[in-house]
């Protein structure tokens, strides 16, 4: 005999209809270990005769691999961010995996509320990536240069699938940094 009784009703906690609350949320995921990169890319300028534009530049751990054939790449924008702005204008962007002691980079570009990350580039050491235009970070453990070749929107972040143009192992030393537990971190 088929039971036609409705489903139990369960309680859920506020804010989400799946019945997970955004502090269990966070605790849960910040068990998972992230590499973290840099995310750089350079915006135009507003006038063609004007200065030549800014650099712009963001700390991700929600960066990763999605195919060798062809070589793509993905990386989690928050909506509406800087960052997820200037690359719905214009398609191309860099990557620089740091190292476990380019921890100072992270925390500079996490920053939230700044102004312009001109200033922020000033000390760092680096190369302008010929295919993307955009800062390459010396010492990083690697870098890649993109162009977007789709975005997704899920929920309040933008995934947004890049083409590697380049890649490169620049021979840095040492471990990549981690981020666990919201704490940068080495590799032991």
Same mark, same amino acid.
């Given at each position: 005999?088929?039971?036609?009784?409705?489903?139990?009703?369960?309680?859920?906690?506020?804010?989400?209809?799946?019945?997970?609350?955004?502090?269990?949320?966070?605790?849960?995921?910040?068990?998972?270990?992230?590499?973290?990169?840099?995310?750089?890319?350079?915006?135009?300028?507003?006038?063609?005769?004007?200065?030549?534009?800014?650099?712009?530049?963001?700390?991700?751990?929600?960066?990763?691999?999605?195919?060798?054939?062809?070589?793509?790449?993905?990386?989690?924008?928050?909506?509406?961010?800087?960052?997820?702005?200037?690359?719905?204008?214009?398609?191309?962007?860099?990557?620089?995996?740091?190292?476990?002691?380019?921890?100072?980079?992270?925390?500079?570009?996490?920053?939230?509320?700044?102004?312009?990350?001109?200033?922020?580039?000033?000390?760092?050491?680096?190369?302008?990536?010929? @295919? /993307?235009?955009?800062?390459?970070?010396? #010492?990083? %453990? &690697?870098?890649?240069?993109? =162009?977007?070749? !789709?975005?997704?929107?899920?929920?309040?972040?933008?995934?947004?699938?890049?083409?590697?143009?380049? @890649? /490169?192992?620049?021979?840095?030393?040492? #471990?990549? %940094? &981690?981020?666990?537990?919201? =704490?940068?971190? !080495?590799?032991?």
């Amino acid at each position: 005999m088929l039971n036609t009784s409705p489903a139990p009703t369960v309680s859920t906690p506020a804010g989400h209809a799946e019945g997970v609350t955004d502090d269990e949320f966070r605790a849960a995921l910040s068990r998972l270990a992230a590499g973290v990169v840099l995310v750089t890319a350079h915006e135009p300028p507003l006038d063609p005769e004007g200065p030549r534009g800014e650099d712009v530049g963001m700390t991700a751990t929600s960066f990763m691999s999605v195919s060798l054939d062809p070589p793509l790449v993905m990386v989690s924008l928050r909506e509406g961010s800087r960052m997820d702005d200037l690359l719905a204008e214009q398609p191309l962007w860099a990557v620089s995996v740091l190292a476990e002691n380019q921890r100072q980079i992270a925390g500079r570009f996490a920053m939230k509320g700044r102004v312009s990350d001109r200033l922020l580039f000033a000390d760092i050491p680096h190369v302008r990536g010929e @295919a /993307s235009g955009a800062l390459l970070v010396d #010492g990083a %453990l &690697a870098t890649l240069e993109c =162009r977007t070749e !789709q975005r997704v929107t899920a929920g309040d972040h933008t995934l947004v699938i890049g083409r590697v143009l380049t @890649a /490169s192992v620049r021979g840095a030393d040492g #471990g990549p %940094l &981690a981020y666990f537990r919201g =704490r940068y971190r !080495q590799l032991d």
